[in-house]
C-alpha cells in the first residue's frame, strides 16, 4: 500500500482485477467450456492459498467433466463447531463471460476471505466457490451448492446463516433504473443505488440480524425484503440449495436482471461494474460478518 492508498482503495482495485481476470481474461467458464471452468476453478485455489487458507475440494463428475466445490475455513475462538457460510457461485451462464454474474460475487467473496484471514472470531467463517449454478443445472440435483449443502446436512455441520454472493456490481443514479416483481415496486425505491438482501420467510429473522449488523457499520443503501419463494428471482441463486437442506440463507444481490441490462448475455463484461459502491457494499459486509460472528446470530 502507498502513503496515497487507504484500506477501501486497495478493496476497489482487488474486486476488479478479481473480475478482469474471471470475465475478461478466463470469459466463459461452464462444462462446456471446461478449460476455463478448470482455470476460474485454480484462480480462486491459488487466491486462497496465497491469502494462507488450506483449500479443501469436493470434486464430482458432470457430463464428462470433473466439477469441484472449493471451501476454506476460519476457525472460531470460542464457539468454532457453529459457523457463517458465505458463498458465491463461480461459473457462468452459456454464451456470456459473466462479469457481474457471478464474477462480482466471486470477488467479494474473495477479499471477504482476504479481510478475515487475520481476524479473531468466536463463530466460525466459511467460504465456498460454488460450481454449476446456471442452466441447465439450477433447479436440479446436479448444481454444486445442492450437492454441497446435502453433504454437510448428513455431517451435521451447524450453519447458523448462509450468505449467496449473486450479481453484485451494477448500480445507476438514475431515476427509474431499477424494475421489480408486481407490486414492489410501491414500497421500494425506483433507483438502482442500493444493495439488496433477499430470502423466504423461514430466514426472515436472521436476514434481519444481518441488516441491522450492516447498517451499524455501514452506511451504504440497503433494502431487504423477506417474502415468497416462487417470485421470479427470489430462489435464483445457492441459497435455494440451503434452504432445501433446513438451513437460514439469504441472497446478497444487485437484483440482477431487475436492473442489469447485460444479465446473462455477451455484454456482461468487467467494465460494466461499479467498483468503487461494489467495494463500500464489501466493506460494510465484513464489518457485519464481523459483528455477527462475535456476537451470534
Not at 206 to 216: C, E, I, S, V
Not at 266 to 281: C, E, G, I, Q, S
Request: proline share 4%; with cysteine; charged share 20%.
Amino acid at each position: 500500500m502507498t502513503n496515497s492508498e487507504t484500506p477501501i482503495d486497495i478493496l476497489q482495485q482487488n474486486l476488479q482485477r478479481h473480475v478482469y481476470r474471471l470475465a475478461d481474461d478466463i470469459g466463459e467458464r461452464n462444462v462446456q467450456h471446461p478449460e476455463a471452468l478448470h482455470a476460474a476453478e485454480d484462480y480462486i485455489s491459488d487466491t486462497w492459498r496465497q491469502q494462507g487458507y488450506i483449500v479443501e475440494k469436493q470434486a464430482y463428475l458432470e457430463n464428462n467433466v470433473q466439477c469441484a466445490n472449493l471451501e476454506v475455513n476460519l476457525k472460531g475462538n470460542a464457539q468454532a463447531e457453529q459457523f457463517l457460510l458465505v458463498g458465491a457461485h463461480y461459473d457462468s451462464v452459456f454464451g456470456s463471460p459473466g462479469g457481474n454474474d457471478n464474477g462480482s460475487g466471486v470477488a467479494a467473496l474473495l477479499e471477504l476471505s482476504r479481510l478475515f484471514q487475520s481476524e479473531i472470531t468466536n463463530m466460525s467463517v466459511r467460504f465456498v466457490a460454488f460450481v454449476n449454478e446456471e442452466p441447465p443445472f439450477f433447479f436440479s440435483g446436479r448444481q454444486g451448492s445442492n450437492i454441497y449443502a446435502k453433504a454437510i446436512r448428513q455431517r451435521g455441520d451447524d450453519v447458523r446463516l448462509m450468505l449467496a454472493l449473486e450479481t453484485m456490481g451494477y448500480y445507476s443514479s438514475e431515476p427509474g433504473s431499477q424494475e421489480y416483481p408486481p407490486l414492489f415496486k410501491y414500497f421500494y425505491p425506483n433507483t438502482a443505488n442500493f444493495i439488496s438482501f433477499v430470502t423466504n420467510f423461514g430466514s426472515r429473522r436472521k436476514m434481519l440480524r444481518l441488516a441491522k449488523a450492516f447498517r451499524q457499520v455501514n452506511d451504504f443503501p440497503l433494502e431487504h425484503v423477506a417474502t415468497f419463494s416462487f417470485i421470479p428471482g427470489v430462489g435464483w441463486s445457492d441459497h435455494l440449495s440451503f434452504w432445501r437442506q433446513n438451513y437460514k440463507a439469504l441472497m446478497v444481490t444487485d437484483t440482477a436482471f431487475y436492473r442489469y441490462p447485460y444479465y446473462h448475455s455477451f455484454n456482461d463484461t468487467a467494465d460494466k461494474l461499479d467498483y468503487p459502491r461494489l467495494a463500500r457494499v464489501c466493506e460494510g459486509l465484513f464489518n457485519a460478518l464481523r459483528l455477527l460472528a462475535n456476537t451470534g446470530v
